[in-house]
């Protein structure tokens, strides 16, 4: 029971940072925080208001909660990047994600905005990480609620999958439904 907990909550694992960072892997994450707003898009496109609503776990967010989530979050993340590329390592500010979930702009306000915001926030944020220098992708902040410090290139890696994460639990919410329909 704990394992397909664990399962659901995280479907493509959790994330593991490899020992080295090459240009090469660099690049494939940029490459999937450029793609993630079209591949998010792609899945959620032709949902009903009433798939929207599903779920991929009991207890878990909504489709709908999953998308103003990433914008939430990937907003966040980006002016982390900028606070570490123009203060010296800059403490962040972290936020409730799980309250921010349950406000009224994630719970009733369509998901087009946020398909906008990540669409547009992407776009940005995949030319500054395409324009980092070497030492830009060093720079560091530090997350108060663990005091360590996370380099912008090991971010880049921590976003790559969280995009690639919760796409996984918004096919497995499509999937969970698919089931109980048949």
Request: charged share 25%.
């Amino acid at each position: 029971m704990k394992e397909a907990l664990e399962k659901s909550r995280y479907p493509i694992g959790k994330f593991v940072c490899p020992d080295e960072i090459s240009d090469a892997l660099f690049q494939e994450w940029l490459q999937k925080i450029a793609d993630f707003p079209d591949l998010l898009k792609e899945e959620v496109q032709n949902l009903s208001e009433e798939a929207l609503r599903n779920t991929y776990r009991e207890e878990g967010w909504t489709i709908a909660q999953l998308v103003h989530h990433c914008a939430d979050s990937h907003m966040n993340s980006f002016i982390r990047f900028k606070l570490a590329l123009t203060e010296n390592e800059p403490t962040i500010k972290p936020y409730l994600e799980d309250q921010w979930a349950l406000l009224p702009d994630a719970s009733i306000v369509g998901i087009g905005y946020s398909l906008l915001i990540l669409e547009g926030l992407h776009a940005r944020w995949a030319a500054l990480l395409a324009n980092l220098t070497d030492e830009m992708r060093n720079r560091t902040f530090v997350h108060p609620e663990t005091n360590q410090r996370i380099s912008l290139r090991i971010n880049t890696g921590i976003y790559a999958w969280h995009g690639e994460h919760h796409l996984a639990h918004i096919r497995l919410a499509k999937k969970n439904a698919e089931r109980r329909d048949t």
